[in-house]
């Protein structure tokens, strides 16, 4: 059954503590990417990856980082530096470039206490 | 750097009823994609659209792509209850097709 899986659906977290999300994807797609989304708002891109053991920052990468060992999994790490860590966030696959479509991951919602 | 803005923000319209929504883009775009969000849900390819002037239709969708391939629209015909989530144009950044910038969105509330 392939997919694209993000875990946990819900976190919680105390300010001042940095939280590791989960993507993984099954696809076999080259390129990853990370998005907030606040409520009511769009999607802001964090980071992409389009190959493995290379990333590059999207527009709100500040507070963020990722890493890319393996083609099926682009986990991102909110850290403390990120003021306002509470949010949306979504993971997506695609076969890379803008010219195809991205397949979305259920998601995360974060939240900071 | 690039904008994509879409109107309106919010549409509430009674089920039966026709709904549009426009996207706008600051720069020319190769070509866009529109993704349709459930509430709680996660962002869904609906389309891309590639040429200018391009109309393609899906069922009671139908999408078109501006002859300055700058702007886009979507309208539904005859909404119904299940039409309801927030509909997104997205489309290629200034600096390659390598990733997307993502419309401010439209969110549908249909009254039944």
């Known amino acids: 059954d392939g997919g694209i899986t993000q875990s946990p659906k819900y976190l919680f977290r105390k300010e001042g503590q940095n939280v590791t999300l989960s993507c993984e994807q099954n696809?076999?797609?080259?390129?990853m990417y990370w998005y907030r989304q606040d409520p009511g708002q769009g999607l802001r891109l964090i980071y992409y990856s389009q190959i493995v053991n290379d990333f590059q920052k999207g527009d709100i990468a500040e507070g963020y980082s990722v890493s890319r060992e393996k083609k099926e999994s682009f986990p991102l790490t909110v850290t403390s530096a990120q003021k306002n860590p509470t949010a949306f966030y979504l993971c997506?696959?695609?076969?890379?470039?803008?010219?195809?479509?991205?397949?979305f991951g259920p998601g995360t919602r974060l939240t900071v206490l | 750097g690039q904008q994509v803005m879409q109107i309106p923000q919010y549409q509430h319209v009674q089920e039966g009823e026709d709904f549009t929504t426009y996207c706008n883009s600051s720069?020319?775009?190769?070509?866009i994609q529109w993704y349709k969000q459930r509430p709680g849900g996660h962002p869904v390819f609906l389309i891309q659209l590639v040429k200018s002037g391009e109309v393609k239709k899906q069922k009671r969708l139908t999408f078109q792509f501006g002859e300055a391939k700058k702007n886009s629209s979507l309208h539904i015909t005859a909404t119904q209850t299940t039409d309801v989530g927030t509909y997104f144009c997205a489309g290629p950044s200034n600096f390659g097709n390598e990733k997307l910038t993502f419309g401010t969105g439209t969110r549908l509330t249909i009254i039944p």
């Open positions: 696809l076999n797609h080259d390129a």
């Open positions: 720069t020319t775009l190769s070509n």
């Open positions: 997506a696959s695609g076969m890379g470039q803008g010219w195809n479509e991205q397949f």
